[in-house]
């Protein structure tokens, strides 16, 4: 065998060592997910469960999230489903509950519940933006203020999903953008608020990934004949997308920024934004599809 060779198999091992020990650190933890009933939540769900872990599945879907966790028990592994829409008080809070109470615990929260608005700013009206902010932002808020009493018990973790257009304004999603932007910075704020109670917090920061977020329209209806306008080349398997999530989340990173185009995109935005903005100003004045 070459030195090459041996290289490459050696790195292979090392990697499926580290999934391993990856996975060996979710076994019997418990695990909540909003918006668990498509895309980027349905296939964290997933890997929980192949990873040994209980899921909550919490969903305004309520048939999707009761048959996914019919699937993860048929399946061996431990599931809850459990209705729930991020924009009405309580709805969280009875979530957790009822996790505590099948489970006896909480060790993540992920707050994944989201969709886009799109259009021009001076096109939206104001209950556009109170909309996207309704789910996006303060869902998000909901989500980490009724998981926190049991998250600091634990000593575990929450992870908030924005999105790279968290760190990217363009044209026609300034509703999505905004929304982001602020998804980002409360992660940055809860990582230095919650940091000495040894709850840990990641910022996600997808691409594009396989979800119906693209089909669904600015009063979150889905309409499900509707083609993907993103390239099907550019578009990362949301499985995929999950294996890594979840990765950093059980590491207890800081940030996951997923797909390569994702990072290329953060790192103009860090290290070259002069680019990045003319680059963005150039972009078509039509209305755009969100990231994710």
Same mark, same amino acid.
């Given at each position: 065998?070459?030195? %090459?060779?041996? $290289? @490459?198999? !050696?790195? =292979?091992?090392?990697?499926?060592?580290? /999934? &391993?020990?990856?996975?060996?650190? #979710? +076994?019997?933890?418990?695990?909540?997910?909003?918006?668990?009933?498509?895309?980027?939540?349905?296939?964290?769900? %997933?890997?929980? $469960? @192949?990873? !040994?872990? =209980?899921?909550?599945?919490?969903?305004? /879907? &309520?048939?999707?999230?009761?048959? #996914? +966790?019919?699937?993860?028990?048929?399946?061996?592994?431990?599931?809850?489903?459990?209705?729930?829409?991020?924009? %009405?008080?309580?709805?969280?809070?009875?979530?957790?509950?009822?996790?505590?109470?099948?489970?006896?615990?909480?060790?993540?929260?992920? +707050?994944?519940?989201?969709?886009?608005?799109?259009?021009?700013?001076?096109?939206?009206?104001?209950?556009?933006? %109170?909309?996207?902010?309704?789910?996006?932002?303060?869902?998000?808020?909901?989500?980490?203020?009724?998981?926190?009493?049991?998250?600091?018990?634990?000593?575990?973790?929450?992870?908030?999903?924005?999105?790279?257009?968290?760190?990217?304004?363009?044209?026609?999603?300034?509703?999505?953008?905004?929304?982001?932007?602020?998804?980002?910075?409360?992660?940055?704020?809860?990582?230095?608020?919650?940091?000495?109670?040894?709850?840990?917090?990641?910022?996600?920061?997808?691409?594009?990934?396989?979800?119906?977020?693209?089909?669904?329209?600015?009063?979150?209806?889905?309409?499900?004949?509707?083609?993907?306008?993103?390239?099907?080349?550019?578009?990362?398997?949301?499985?995929?997308?999950?294996?890594?999530?979840?990765?950093?989340?059980?590491?207890?990173?800081?940030?996951?920024?997923?797909?390569?185009?994702?990072?290329?995109?953060?790192?103009?935005?860090?290290?070259?934004?002069?680019?990045?903005?003319?680059?963005?100003?150039?972009?078509?004045?039509?209305?755009?599809?969100?990231?994710?």
């Amino acid at each position: 065998m070459s030195e %090459r060779a041996r $290289a @490459r198999q !050696g790195a =292979r091992s090392r990697d499926r060592g580290m /999934r &391993a020990s990856m996975a060996s650190k #979710l +076994a019997g933890r418990v695990v909540l997910i909003t918006g668990a009933s498509s895309g980027i939540g349905e296939a964290l769900a %997933r890997e929980v $469960a @192949r990873r !040994g872990g =209980r899921v909550v599945l919490a969903a305004r /879907r &309520a048939q999707r999230i009761e048959a #996914l +966790a019919t699937e993860i028990r048929r399946s061996g592994g431990e599931a809850l489903a459990t209705p729930c829409d991020v924009t %009405r008080d309580g709805d969280v809070e009875r979530a957790v509950a009822q996790a505590s109470e099948a489970f006896g615990r909480l060790d993540i929260a992920v +707050a994944n519940a989201g969709f886009s608005v799109a259009g021009r700013v001076e096109q939206l009206a104001l209950d556009d933006f %109170r909309r996207q902010f309704e789910t996006n932002v303060f869902g998000a808020l909901r989500t980490v203020k009724a998981a926190l009493p049991e998250l600091k018990r634990s000593r575990g973790g929450v992870a908030l999903v924005g999105s790279v257009l968290g760190y990217l304004a363009v044209p026609a999603v300034g509703a999505y953008t905004m929304s982001k932007f602020a998804v980002r910075a409360l992660a940055e704020t809860l990582r230095a608020e919650l940091h000495a109670e040894g709850v840990a917090v990641t910022h996600v920061a997808p691409g594009y990934v396989a979800s119906e977020i693209r089909r669904i329209d600015n009063a979150g209806n889905l309409h499900e004949g509707a083609p993907d306008p993103v390239p099907r080349w550019l578009v990362m398997p949301a499985q995929t997308a999950a294996r890594q999530i979840m990765d950093g989340i059980i590491a207890r990173r800081a940030e996951v920024i997923v797909t390569a185009h994702g990072k290329l995109g953060v790192s103009l935005s860090r290290h070259a934004p002069g680019l990045l903005r003319a680059s963005v100003s150039r972009l078509p004045r039509k209305r755009r599809i969100s990231e994710r």
